[in-house]
């Protein structure tokens, strides 16, 4: 099922569960459809690959797996505390003059700071 995810390609974010819990680490694919992502550092897998011309006895090599959504949570900027994230519209106009949703934190607003997060 799909649906609208808080996290984005970019973003820093901490595992919450699973064999990677407490690491932090940068997005770098987002799947919306399956609800996955794939985060730097985070959650490696070892891929064999067959003997062939450049390497004749075949190599094994390390690379990230992608690891659910609900194991994640964004790390506020401003904090750098684990974090929810809320939609606000945004205070200034846009090039065309209409305003835009935009992400911000909500345990900076805890704090009494709102920190956009886009």
Do not use: W
Request: charged letters at 35%; aromatic letters at 4%.
């Amino acid at each position: 099922m799909h649906v609208k995810l808080r996290i984005k390609k970019g973003d820093h974010v901490i595992v919450k569960s699973g064999e990677s819990r407490g690491q932090k680490g940068k997005v770098l694919e987002i799947f919306p459809k399956k609800n996955r992502a794939i985060v730097e550092g985070i959650n490696f897998i070892i891929r064999h690959t067959k003997p062939n011309a450049k390497n004749p006895n075949g190599t094994r090599l390390k690379r990230e797996a992608s690891i659910h959504i609900s194991n994640l949570q964004l790390v506020c900027p401003e904090t750098g505390k684990p974090t929810r994230v809320g939609k606000i519209r945004s205070e200034k106009p846009g090039k065309d003059g209409k305003y835009r949703m935009v992400r911000f934190s909500k345990q900076a607003k805890k704090e009494g700071i709102i920190t956009v997060i886009d």
